[in-house]
Structure formats: C-alpha cells, structure tokens
C-alpha cells in the first residue's frame, strides 16, 4: 500500500480513536469544563495509538533501547505541540461560534487533518529520521 494512503488511514483511525473518547468523556462528565476535559483525554490517547502505529507501520523504527523509546516519545510528543494547538484551536473555535452539537467534532477532524500533515513532516524530520 503507498505510504500517503496508509498514513491517511492511520490518521482516520487516530482521529476516530480520539473523537470516541471525547465522545465517552462528555457522556460521563458534561458540566463545567467538560469539552477541555475530553479534549485533553481525546488528545491523550489518539496521541498514544498515532505514536505506535507510525513507529512501528509509517516509519518502520525499531528502539534499541527502552530509554531510547521513551526519548522518541517525548520527541514526537513535544513536536505535536504546535499541532495539537492547531487542533484545538479549531474544535474550540467551531464549537463556540457555530450553534449546533457536531460543530466540535467537524472542527476537530479539520484541526487533525491540518495537524497530521505537518506532523508527519516533523516526525519524518526529526523524531524518526
């Protein structure tokens, strides 16, 4: 399968992994904060799935160490920074100027989609080179 499809469904995935759980977080919690709530849980664990699978099936890297597993980590989380702000910017921004239930969710697929592919150029870059 060519590299961009097979990234673009992992990203599918990841986006639905993530929106599942924010889906979950506001059915158990929706008072006082609960959107930021499920975005950070949401961001948590699509974070985690999306390291793993482009670890192991984009990148193909192999750590030869465990600290070495846990430096690529930290590394591909601390470059996810500026995309992650791109991702909620948009999921909050849709959901506070448009006045229906889903605009969160369209927000934050365009937010990923935005994110993904700058993310993929760093991770190539820089975490997994």
């Known amino acids: 399968m060519p590299l961009p499809i097979k990234y673009a469904l992992f990203a599918l995935l990841s986006m639905c992994i993530n929106l599942l759980t ?33 670890k192991k099936l984009i990148f193909y890297y192999r750590s030869k160490t465990k600290s070495q597993d846990i430096y690529k980590f930290i590394l591909y989380s601390f470059l996810g920074v500026f995309t992650t702000l791109i991702y909620w910017g948009f999921e909050i921004s849709f959901d506070y100027f448009l006045s229906f239930s889903a605009a ?14 700058i993310k993929y150029n760093l991770d190539k870059r820089f975490v997994f080179k």
Request: hydrophobic share 50%; charged share 10%; proline share 0%.
């Open 104 to 117: 969160k969710y369209i927000g934050a697929v365009t937010g990923l989609t935005i994110g993904y592919l």
């Open 22 to 54: 924010q889906y979950l977080s506001l059915n158990i919690y929706n008072k006082k904060y609960s959107l930021y709530i499920a975005i950070f849980f949401g961001t948590l664990i699509g974070l985690i799935v999306k390291f793993v699978l482009d």
